[in-house]
């Protein structure tokens, strides 16, 4: 569809013009009842649509990705290099502490640490992982997202290719190094929704959100093996070069590419950043508006039930994440007898079935969205239920089998089916609540939910202490009433509208403030000052005689002050120019000619 942007192109810069001169997509600021742009124009910017938000029309060239996508799929490499540096480490500490062989020469253990120093060395990385979850969000909010989101993976790597280094000099300095790197990503997830919040139009949340999530798993999937390899055939130390080299270079593309907001963006096409922002509404609620700590509700944040639906069911989701992240292959030699090498290989299935259903069921709850099937809550309740409540069944189902084969098949299903509450659940809600604080939230989110990942291994470890299928069964069981848990709290609480506190009121010294309210906080005008009220002997109509009262309707206001200057332009004039009803005193206010002023009856001299 011929879309007429580039008309009025030249006149408007759209995007290096501050936000108070663009051009306003209200139809009542300047559309479809202004002379500045023909009713066919307005009609293509304001196409009529059952959604109130206008973001079902996007007028996006075709044939070529859009820009918000080619964000989400970089965001995507982001976390998958992340999580590929969090796996690195476990796969390579095995050459690290034991005997091993590298081609065909054998090298001893170049370290000598007890479990329980490599237990200290993986368990600090959630130390730092758990300080900046909230302070993650906090500074997407008060800083642009983007740029935190990058520096929180740059940082990441470079501190990675230093481990090698850290454990030559001792394995406290390697603690060290991970704690740095636990702070530095803390700061990744929440802050990649404060991106996804200026990116993501309504209705496709759900889509560009699962794009994004899926690096995470994806990362995990290939992460292990490819570390296996590299560790194998080079070397423990060239996985972590090669993994801070990823990285770095994904870093410099990232800053180059990608751009806090589409309305900063030189290469996003005028059509998208059009449809991105009226979507979101960004011209009404100011994008250049940065919060503070004295701006963010936190009291609200803090009381309001649907975020508490949130942060429940991370946590819980987060349990059973973590326990097949660092359980799985323990629970396959323990329960089943199997070795190393085909329990590793079972433990990526789950997560490989993750990442397939991701983007479909991300697609599937925007379609549902976009068609009014259902409202953003009851998609939102119906996805997370579904999700939790099969992969809930599965672990009932698992705590019962003695078959590594049903095993394997229901943790499939079950890590299928959370890709359900991942890509249209709880994990894309805060984006619907509180599109400016969603990287705060899915923080302090992230923040509570790491304690899932400090507790479960140590629940398992009190669980399993003989190493039995039967108690490993029991883990299952306990799991699967956590997420049934979850399930409940999310479906009574949970909302997909934003909620009242979400957009703070403009502050005086907002750009987009309006200008009148700026005025008068600037200059304090007392409330009488205002609107003076006009004494009953004044108003009268010339003749005596009482004139009408004021009128209360707006548009019987201006109806009465048009009529009342038709009258006075009507009036004969003297020669000052002014009315003769002025001179003559007819009226109560009455103007009389000056006679000289300041001249005292002298010649002018100019």
Known sequence: MEFPIAAFHSTYSYHRMAPQNRISLDPKDNGKDSSFLPESWTNKLWP????????SFCPCPKGFMPKRYIVAVLACFGFMIQYGIRTNLGIAVVDMVNNHTLGDLQVPAPFHWSQITVGIIHGSFFWGF???????????????????????????ACLHMLVPVAADLHYGVLIFI??????????????????LSKWAPPLERSRLTSIMVTGQYAGILFGMPLSGVVTEYAGWPYAFYMYGAFGITWSVIWALCVWESPAKDPTVSEEECLFIEKS????????????????????DILTSPPVYAILVTDTAFKWTLYLLLTNSPSYYMQAFDMQVEASGLITGMPFLFLALCLPVAGSVGDWMRTKEVMTTTNVRRLFNTVGLSVEALCFLIIGCTNSPVASMTLLSVGMASAGLTLASGYNVNALDISPRYASIIMGLSGAIATFSGILCPIVVGTITYDKTAKQWGYVFIISAVILISSVVVYFFLASGETQPWSNPKPRPDDDDADEEDVFVKKSKIPEWMKKPKVPEWLRTAGDGKPSEPEPQDEAAAKDAGKKA???????????????????????NFVQIAPEDPYMYNTERDF
Not at 281 to 299: I, L, V
Request: glycine share 12%.
């Open 48 to 55: 009529s649509s059952s959604e109130t938000d206008g973001s």
């Open 130 to 156: 758990l300080l900046t979850k909230v302070l993650g969000g906090y500074l997407a909010v008060r800083f642009p997202a983007n740029r935190v989101f990058g520096a929180s993976v740059l940082c990441s």
């Open 178 to 195: 991970r704690i740095l790197q636990g702070l530095s990503e803390g700061m990744t997830f929440p802050s990649s929704y404060g991106v």
């Open 565 to 587: 200057t038709d009258k006075l332009m009507a009036q004969p004039v003297v020669d000052d120019g002014s009315p003769i009803d002025w001179v003559d005193g007819s009226t």
């Open 280 to 299: 979101l509404g960004e011209f009404y609620q100011g994008t250049n508006h940065q919060s503070t700590a004295q701006d963010t509700p936190w009291r």
